[in-house]
């Protein structure tokens, strides 16, 4: 099994954003209100090269986010900047790896905003699984008053619904397993968004955990720190929880999708409890614990 972080371009968006700042209404108004921001921050989607198929999981960016800077949503028009280039879009990236759009069997994602969506239309052919809770949020003028683009989604985008089963899988209270091997499976981690998911995939000495945006670096988790959009602070901070009591009881790489980190990090299996090497960015999150 090969896994491989593919960076879709950047994103910057406001450091209240990142590392919450007070309760929910002042956390979430923060980020309108917060002049700082973050450095450009990588968008990392991910595909394992499984013997059952390619999984992949998150789609990245999209070319058309370039044209969130003349929305009339107040959030993508001025707290959120993107960069990115046709060719970072995963689908030719994935080419580039030798794996065209008929080899991937399944594509799973974590949550439906944009930067994690935005590669939908590059798998045409694959089962395309989504949280059904997810889909509600994300769809119609109600998403788009959330801040979801379901107006950019493939005309033919009609995804599986990714249900969770109540299996405990270690400290996550839903599961479900996406291959037949049951080495890699999808958990249940409210927080960033109600029905936010995240896959483990188990290989022989290590477990890698594709956070999507459980947080948005792995200091920010170790130090419990709910950045500034999830919906509810107390599931936010039990799913926190949930990682890092997941990370204790075995060698774990954490990899959210903007962690700066994240690709030297999966490169090496560096895992939860040791130090990465490079210094976070400027202004992107204040809390830096020194050990797990
Ligand atoms: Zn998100």
Redesign the pocket.
């Known amino acids: 099994m090969r896994i491989h972080a593919i960076k879709t371009g950047t994103v910057k968006i406001k450091t209240a954003q990142v590392e919450g700042q007070g309760g929910r209404f002042r956390r979430q108004l923060a980020i309108y209100t917060d002049r700082n921001w973050t450095e450009w921050l990588p968008t990392y989607a991910w595909a394992i090269e499984h013997r059952e198929g390619v999984i992949v999981v998150d789609t990245g960016q999209g070319a058309h986010l370039l044209e969130t800077s003349r929305s009339y949503h107040p959030f993508l028009r001025w707290e959120v900047a993107f960069r990115i280039e046709r060719e970072e879009e995963v689908g030719p990236q994935l080419r580039a790896l030798g794996i065209g759009p008929r080899d991937v069997k399944k594509t799973v994602l974590t949550?439906l905003?944009m930067?994690?969506d935005g590669g939908l239309s590059h798998f045409p052919n694959s089962e395309i699984l989504v949280a059904p809770g997810e889909l509600r949020t994300a769809s119609g003028l109600a998403g788009r008053i959330r801040g979801y683009l379901p107006n950019r989604w493939p005309a033919w985008f009609d995804p599986a619904p990714l249900n969770l089963a109540a299996e405990p899988f270690g400290p996550f209270a839903r599961s479900r397993r996406l291959t037949n091997a049951g080495d890699v499976v999808a958990v249940a981690t409210p927080g960033?968004?109600a029905d936010h998911i995240s896959v483990v995939v188990q290989e022989d000495e290590t477990t890698l955990f594709l956070a999507?945006?459980t947080s948005y670096t792995q200091s920010l988790m170790l130090a419990d720190k709910v950045d500034g959009?999830s919906p509810h602070e107390r599931s936010s901070m039990a799913t926190l929880d949930a990682i890092r009591r997941f990370a204790a009881a075995r060698p774990t790489v954490y990899l959210p999708?903007h962690d700066p980190q994240a690709g030297a990090r999966l490169a090496n299996r560096r895992v939860v409890g040791t130090p990465d090497s490079i210094a976070l960015p400027a202004g992107f999150g204040s809390s830096r614990p020194s050990a797990a």
């Open positions: 949550h905003h930067d994690h960033h968004t999507g945006d959009v999708t």
